[in-house]
């Protein structure tokens, strides 16, 4: 018996039924969100369309953006990974004291890189050994990899400057390189989700775990390899703030991986899994930190940001509910009233 990496049609498939309508992007929610905020807020106060605040909403949105970026493949797989943030923070602790240290700035991003990438390798294997869901293994290394944060930065500012670093200046004189990067990463995640073998076993995955097992796909590698990306993702965010703003602080990134889960959402991604949209991801960023920019442009006191950031964290899983039930709803009555 021969094993193919074929699965039945994945759960955002577009091909269901053809033409019983036309399906939308899974970006269009977004994307209508985004340029509703925008005009919104342009016509509320005129100075938002101001480069120099349009180029700061651009870095603001890079770093978590590129966080949501790896976790639109780990909801792909219907799981979730908590601990993203506190490893985006060690990553940029080992990073920062490496450069302390000597290293050469470029050797001591490496390191961080791969060290994110090695949290989300140890996420993965916890995750196959112990046969739990993501969700509960990440919780707890969340706390752990948070602390570990602590005791090696000893709670302490770590600042190594920015000297000579690539990511601490503007592109084409006023557009971040973080978010050259960012948009960068987003397009080539978006083929590699779309257009690869692996983006195939991601969805597959997702969308019916036995049947892809069946199928001949290693759901376990998938998943652990998902959660490598994700690491990845978070250490390179790590990475980049430290080269951009020549300093990690204790609270740094600490909302991070809710940012990153709620803009996935927002994006398209399902929390059942089975299809992604990274670009969809980039875009609900965008809308997020649109949101609490535009809360320090009308005045709003900063101290709601953090009842702000669980508010969207809240809604994007209500939308994401109701699409769901949306969706099945449709699907009983597709099976009620077939093609003739």
């Known amino acids: 018996m021969t094993r193919t990496d074929t699965a039945p049609p994945l759960a955002g498939s577009t091909n269901r039924n053809p033409g019983r309508?036309?399906?939308?992007?899974a970006?269009?929610?977004?994307?209508?969100?985004?340029?509703?905020?925008?005009?919104?807020?342009?016509w509320l106060q005129p100075s938002f369309f101001d480069l120099a605040n349009l180029s700061s909403l651009l870095g603001q949105?890079?770093?978590?953006?590129?966080?949501?970026?790896?976790?639109?493949?780990?909801?792909?797989?219907?799981?979730?990974?908590?601990?993203?943030?506190?490893?985006?923070?060690?990553?940029?602790?080992?990073?920062?004291?490496?450069?302390?240290?000597?290293?050469?700035?470029?050797?001591a991003a490496l390191a961080g890189v791969a060290a994110g990438a090695g949290l989300?390798?140890?996420?993965?294997?916890?995750?196959?050994?112990?046969?739990?869901?993501?969700?509960?293994?990440?919780?707890?290394?969340?706390w752990m990899i948070q602390g570990l944060s602590l005791v090696v930065g000893k709670g302490e500012t770590i600042a190594p400057g920015a000297d000579g670093s690539v990511f601490a200046g503007n592109a084409f004189v006023i557009v971040p390189v973080t978010s050259i990067v960012f948009v960068v990463l987003a397009v080539a995640m978006h083929?590699?989700?779309h257009r690869t073998r692996f983006g195939y076993r991601v969805q597959a995955v997702g969308s019916n775990p036995q049947a892809a097992a069946y199928a001949g796909?290693?759901?376990?590698?998938?998943?652990?390899?998902?959660?490598?990306?994700?690491?990845?993702?978070?250490?390179?965010?790590?990475?980049?703030?430290?080269?951009?703003q020549g300093a990690i602080a204790p609270g740094d990134g600490?909302?991070?991986?809710?940012?990153?889960?709620?803009?996935?959402?927002?994006?398209?991604?399902s929390l059942s899994g089975g299809n992604g949209s990274v670009i969809g991801a980039a875009i609900g960023m965008l809308v997020l930190q649109t949101i609490l920019s535009a809360m320090t442009l009308l005045g709003v006191d900063a101290i709601w940001a953090g009842f702000t950031t669980g508010a969207l964290v809240v809604l994007a899983l209500a939308v994401d509910r109701m699409i769901r039930l949306w969706r099945n709803r449709r699907a009983d009555r597709d099976e009620d009233y077939p093609l003739s």
């Not at 600490?254 to 991604?269: E, K, M, R, V, Y």
Request: glycine share 14%; proline share 4%; net charge positive.
């Open 191 to 193: 083929v590699v989700l």
């Open 254 to 269: 600490g909302t991070f991986a809710l940012l990153a889960i709620a803009a996935a959402i927002i994006g398209g991604t």
């Open 61 to 107: 949105a890079a770093l978590p953006g590129l966080l949501a970026i790896g976790m639109v493949f780990v909801l792909a797989t219907r799981e979730i990974d908590l601990s993203a943030g506190a490893v985006f923070h060690l990553a940029a602790t080992f990073t920062a004291l490496l450069m302390v240290a000597g290293i050469n700035p470029w050797l």
């Open 120 to 142: 989300g390798l140890i996420n993965g294997l916890l995750v196959i050994a112990l046969r739990l869901p993501a969700l509960l293994v990440t919780l707890g290394t969340w």
């Open 217 to 244: 796909i290693p759901t376990g590698k998938v998943k652990l390899l998902t959660l490598v990306l994700m690491g990845a993702m978070a250490g390179l965010a790590g990475v980049i703030h430290v080269g951009a």
């Open 27 to 42: 970006e269009t929610g977004a994307v209508v969100a985004f340029v509703a905020l925008v005009a919104l807020l342009g």
């Open 21 to 25: 309508g036309i399906r939308l992007p």
